[in-house]
């Protein structure tokens, strides 16, 4: 990872009430490259991406931007870094009460006084770009879940973002759909020349597309490397996420009392 | 529990209450501080009076003539004793534009409109819509809550002031044109019964206010509701609840400083 860093994420804590989440984690995400940040359900992804967006601070360490640390950025400060960030929700997030065509229009309409000629050409190249030019129409209502997904892609990339978040982009898509967003996923990063930070559990599909890879697990960075060095990796927590076996550093059964004294069950009988 | 526990589990509430409190105060200085965008562009406030405004016609004028109607037989029942029937049109009026319109009208408002803004607001919220707008450096404050609460604002002395004439209208249907009271008594009563500064411009005033209280509740309720079904369906019951006792409370503050030299 020898490239100059848009993110640097050093020694970053956080905790939700007493709860700690992240206990010092150092991430390097240089421009132009598309990272992947894995770990099971809970393990401060999706707290990662909120950090980097400035929705959350840490409790100790940074995040840096562009050499900006961002929570010491003012409000005024914040807005203007986040309109060179893009991201991708889970779910799309899209506006329910607007179109498609409103939807990827939006930003536009809020953020420049471009006049509504030159925005509709931009937003029917966006919509071209992932595919669905002909759902301009349409409410959000109307579209499949993948489609949603592709045109909140369009929406996230609308005003040329130099780093584009992904919270969960492959949750719940069929294997064409997951296929065809983690194509546009890569393909979008290399046109715009940004930086894509995929947080996922999809190992498979994100092997395929991204350049390198850190796994968080227990608050900290476990493993990293690019996908050929994690799928060749014989660190048990890599090993056990990549091949989806049951049982390993991360356990089966979370944490509780004896079985056989909640089943009441006494030796002998 | 023991007294240590009925204690600290008073103390939470407590502490809660003034919390919640205190988070409703900042986010009713925001809205002000946030409004400017909402008259700029003033189309995001008239898209928002269409809906909360508009869409509430129906149930508002419905209810001002049923209210009227009712008004109108009840008041020639008592009027007939004292023989004063000819004072139906100034009972009528006064009835709605200083109680019944304002206070009538801003409950209606806020079952109809009030609860409509909390289930959107919290359903923005549960759909990560609004997140995704703070992530586009837009402020949910300027373009989603400041032109839904002068909307608001706007159209509830509006909609107050077209239930109380359709109250009007009710009574003249039933004290006139049904019961047979006289035509010129009921509308020369009325005129000479109602003050417009004393009578019709304090209603305005209490439907101004209901407005206020009315949508930064519905709009609080729904920006601070979990983002889960139950959650967004409890925040639209509080908005109901907490409208309606906040209306009777507010009208009873109003009516004393308003009109207590007619009383006392």
């Known amino acids: 990872m020898s490239s100059q860093a848009l993110v640097e994420i050093r020694d970053v804590n956080f905790a939700y009430d007493s709860r700690p989440i992240l206990k010092g984690v150092n991430l390097t995400f240089p421009k132009g490259k598309v990272i992947a940040v894995m770990g099971g359900s809970g393990c401060g992804k999706t707290t990662l991406l909120q950090l980097i967006g400035g929705a959350l ?38 506006f329910t009460d607007m179109s498609v065509y409103d939807n990827v229009a939006f930003q536009m309409r809020e953020h420049t006084d471009l006049p509504e000629e030159i925005i509709r050409d931009l937003v029917l190249m966006k919509l071209n770009a992932v595919g669905l030019r002909g759902t301009h129409h349409l409410m959000p209502a109307e ?4 489609m949603a997904r592709r045109v909140a892609l369009a929406r996230t990339v609308a005003l040329d973002p130099k780093l584009i978040m992904y919270d969960e982009p492959f949750a719940g898509l069929d294997p064409i759909s997951l296929s065809v967003v983690g194509n546009l996923i890569r393909s979008l990063n290399d046109a715009l020349g940004a930086t894509s930070v995929v947080v996922t559990h999809d190992v498979q599909e994100s092997l395929k597309i991204v350049d390198y890879i850190y796994f968080i697990a227990d608050g900290v960075v476990v493993a990293e490397g690019t996908p050929a060095e994690i799928r060749s990796s ?36 | 529990m023991t007294t240590v526990e009925n204690l600290r589990f008073l103390g939470r509430r407590i502490v809660n209450a003034v919390w919640r409190i205190g988070y409703a105060s900042r986010f009713f200085i925001m809205i002000l501080f946030y409004s400017g965008t909402s008259f700029r562009r003033f189309h995001l406030t008239i898209k928002e009076l269409f809906s909360s405004g508009v869409m509430s016609l129906i149930i508002i004028l419905v209810a001002g003539t049923f209210v009227g109607m009712v008004l109108g037989l009840q008041g020639y029942e008592t009027l007939k004793r004292y023989g004063a029937e000819s004072a139906l049109g100034s009972l009528v009026a006064l009835s709605l534009v200083r109680e019944l319109g304002p206070v009538l009208a801003a409950l209606l408002f ?155």
């Open chain 2, 110 to 264: 806020a079952s109809r409109a009030g609860s409509a803004m909390t289930a959107e607001i919290g359903l923005m919220k549960a759909t990560e819509q609004i997140s995704a707008m703070e992530m586009m450096a837009i402020s949910p404050m300027a373009r989603l809550v400041a032109p839904r609460f002068w909307a608001g604002v706007i159209s509830m002395p509006l909609l107050s002031a077209l239930f109380s004439a359709m109250g009007v209208f009710g009574g003249y249907v039933v004290g006139v044109v049904l019961i047979g009271v006289d035509q010129g008594s009921f509308w020369s009563q009325m005129q000479a019964g109602v003050d417009f500064q004393h009578d019709i411009v304090n209603g305005m005033i209490k439907s101004f206010v209901f407005g206020v209280a009315v949508t930064a509740i519905a709009l609080f309720e729904g920006y601070d509701a979990p983002p889960t079904a139950e959650g967004v369906s409890g925040a639209t019951t509080r908005t109901v609840v907490e409208s309606s006792l906040t209306i009777l409370f507010l009208d009873f503050i109003l009516t004393a400083f308003m009109f207590q030299g007619g009383v006392v």
């Open chain 1, 143 to 146: 579209l499949s879940g993948g």
């Open chain 1, 234 to 269: 014989d660190k048990p927590f890599v090993h056990q996420f990549v091949h989806g076996e049951m049982d390993g550093p991360v356990p089966f059964h979370y944490p509780s009392s004896n079985y056989e004294q909640d089943l009441n069950l006494r030796p002998g009988r």
């Open chain 1, 57 to 94: 601070k840490p409790s100790r360490g940074y995040v840096k931007i562009d050499g900006q640390v961002i929570h010491k950025l003012d409000h005024k400060g914040l807005y203007l870094m986040r309109r060179r960030m893009g991201m991708l929700f889970q779910f799309g997030a899209l």
